[in-house]
């Protein structure tokens, strides 16, 4: 831990060491984007991102079927292994063992590594990611920032979803940025 805290604290000196020799070589402008409130604003993205709920609530439908379908067949077997004799009770089993390999055969097709929900977040959301991209790229060039940070606000601090811990308001670019997107 101990080595951990020492070599963030030699990249943070040397981070501000080079910042502070850029500075003094050229005035930097310096800006951030928050991610959360241009994946909001960019309509695009939120006609995307509704398409991708909808199909994970068909996904989900699904699976909480087969779980309930999967329920039931056990219960079923349950109550009636008094009355049942042994091939009645292996059909049964055999059933429910079906039923199982169809629900993992459908997470696999579903979550798997390069299931359907990766492949529908690649098409739909890849694509505006991109743009949200060339869109901070032109806004910098435009106003002349020489670096633009991305901003992510968390409900918990600390975590490695925002690069930026503390901003001024006055930095944010995500209006023009927005605006930019949304004009497209």
């Known amino acids: 831990m101990f080595k951990k805290s020492l070599y963030l604290f030699g990249l ?3 981070g501000m060491t080079l ?13 951030y984007v928050d991610m959360q409130r241009l994946q ?10 509704d398409k991708y ?15 309930a379908e ?3 067949m056990r219960e079923e077997l349950q109550r ?5 004799n042994e091939a009645k009770k292996k059909e049964k089993e055999q059933q429910i063992d079906a039923k199982i390999e169809e629900y993992q055969k459908f997470d696999s097709t579903i979550a798997g590594p390069g299931g359907e929900d990766a492949r529908l977040q690649e098409e739909l959301l890849k694509p505006l990611m ?6 901070i790229r032109l806004v910098a060039l435009r106003d002349g920032y020489s670096l633009i940070l991305k901003y992510t606000e968390t409900i918990l601090k600390y975590t490695e979803a925002s690069d930026v811990l503390f901003a001024d308001e006055k930095m944010d670019v995500s209006d023009k ?8």
């Open 40 to 49: 909001a604003g960019y309509k695009e993205f939120v006609v995307s991102q």
């Open 130 to 135: 991109e743009k949200i991209d060339t869109a």
């Open 12 to 14: 943070l000196f040397l």
């Open 177 to 184: 940025v927005l605006a930019l997107l949304n004009k497209q």
């Open 53 to 67: 709920d909808q199909q994970r609530k068909i996904w989900q439908d699904r699976y909480s079927t087969l779980r």
């Open 19 to 31: 910042l502070t020799q850029a500075v003094q070589s050229q005035q930097l402008k310096i800006g």
């Open 80 to 84: 009636q292994s008094n009355v049942l």
């Open 70 to 72: 999967i329920l039931t």
